[in-house]
């Protein structure tokens, strides 16, 4: 093996990206080399000593400092938008000379006329759109507390899927998905409602719920799926729960595992 | 959980849910906090950098594609906001001897306020300030579980092998420099 293709080898072999074949291949290599192993042996020691390297825990400050950056980078592109709406008035009062004064009231008065003129008294239909928008979502939030409630897994799991359509989910409808994950008899139900409660994972009560609902789990998908949300979360109020779950008797000893080194992530 | 992905998460703060960048910080900050201070061994200044990480991802986020990986695009801004640091600082981005580094470790108490006491650091991290920053940079970067080296060359970059070869080499610096610590 050349120098430099030795040295790939080592670091693939080291940061473990070799595939099993190649690893056996590169041990078998060094078996037969001794000058190359007490290279790769001695350089091995100080790669391992590098794990032992402390870190200490970052300050809640910096938590404190870097959401108030966001506060205000938030706050600033509120005032953004705000801001074209001034932008477009100063443009207008621009455009404020006597001949565009003129220019407009002209076409202003064209329009009236022609307004008036026509027989057609349609209104516009804007405000009807957005009355009717609303009307849809009352009536969608309607149909997902319905379904949730049918002794069918099937339309339930359609009432689940409702809710994923709903734009603006008010608390009922959070409330029948909770209950639903805490007491559907079927497993399916039960995951469908957890992929529709991330959609809402920025309020409170959602977080708060998901993580009463570890506790009332008996299937192991459903604690799986659970532990990965709250590692993505990074939702430190879920440690405890899962800890409790780890000392019940009944637990599967694979999501055991699963969950304690999610524990792990999370802190 | 798709939509819990880091790509998925960036992009959603590229379209202006900014609100997203909080989970991504909670998610990385520990792990940006670990390659600073590993890099100036100083806890405030690397609290600092972690704060202007985030910032520069506020501040460029069109440039993000999505294409690669998160961590990839993290960490090359990462590495800008060190350099820049160093930059700004003047503090020389170079290799010092080891005679010439225990000279200075004396004397900068009052400039760079903070630094750890040297005995209070492990030997090798000790040896680690003692390697150029770009050679303790690789390894940081190396060391990292959830970044490939094919990632790591997008940080630094250069080829992947080159990036490996640079690993290798700056592993057998640090071993020299730890060996010679040892003996005194």
């Known amino acids: ?267 | 959980m798709h939509s819990l992905t880091d790509n998925a998460l960036m992009l959603k703060v590229k379209a202006g849910d900014l609100d997203k960048l909080g989970l991504l910080y909670e998610r990385h900050k520990k792990r940006l906090f670990g390659f600073f201070y590993n890099m100036n061994s100083n806890a405030m200044i690397s609290e600092d950098l972690v704060q202007n990480v985030f910032v520069r991802m506020l501040k460029y986020k069109h440039t993000f594609t999505g294409d690669g990986a998160f961590t990839a695009w993290m960490f090359k801004t990462a590495r800008n906001v060190n350099y820049d640091y160093y930059k700004k600082n003047k503090i020389a981005f170079h290799q010092k001897e080891v005679s010439e580094m225990e000279y200075k470790l004396q004397d900068s108490t009052d400039t760079e306020k903070g630094i750890i006491a040297k005995d209070k650091l492990s030997l090798l991290q000790q040896a680690m300030g003692y390697l150029a920053p770009e050679k303790r940079e690789i390894l940081m970067l190396s060391k990292l579980k959830e970044m490939k080296f094919s990632e790591i060359a997008e940080v630094l970059g250069c080829s992947e092998g080159n990036a490996k070869v640079k690993a290798h080499r700056a592993l057998k610096d640090l071993r020299t420099v730890f060996l010679q610590l040892e003996k005194r």
């Open chain 1, 1 to 267: 093996m050349e120098k430099e293709q030795f040295e790939i080898t080592m670091v693939e072999y080291l940061a473990g990206e070799l595939t099993q074949t190649a690893s056996s291949e590169f041990e078998e290599y060094l078996k037969n080399n001794p000058v190359q192993r007490a290279e790769f042996e001695s350089l091995q020691q100080t790669w391992g000593k590098m794990d032992e390297a402390v870190v200490p825990e970052t300050s809640e400050a910096m938590d404190v400092r870097f959401f108030e950056m966001l506060h205000i980078a938030e706050t600033e592109k509120a005032n953004k938008s705000t801001g074209f709406v001034e932008g477009l008035s100063s443009f207008m009062s621009l455009l404020w000379r006597p001949q565009v004064a003129y220019g407009i009231l002209l076409v202003a008065i064209g329009l009236g006329t022609g307004y008036f003129m026509s027989t057609n008294t349609a209104q516009s239909d804007t405000p009807n759109t957005v009355v009717v928008d609303n009307e849809t979502e009352e009536v969608r939030e309607q149909l997902v507390l319905t379904l949730l409630e049918q002794p069918s897994a099937n339309q339930r799991l359609q009432g689940v899927n409702e809710a994923n359509k709903i734009e603006k989910v008010d608390e009922k409808v959070i409330k029948a998905l909770l209950q639903t994950l805490n007491n559907d008899a079927n497993v399916n139900v039960r995951l469908a409602a957890i992929e529709a409660l991330v959609n809402y994972v920025d309020k409170p009560i959602v977080r708060e719920g998901l993580i009463q609902a570890i506790g009332h789990q008996e299937s192991p998908i459903v604690q799986v799926t659970l532990a990965d949300l709250m590692v993505a979360l990074q939702e430190k109020k879920s440690i405890a729960p899962f800890k409790a779950l780890i000392r019940s008797k009944e637990l599967d000893t694979s999501v055991k595992e699963k969950l304690e080194s999610s524990i792990q992530q999370i802190i």
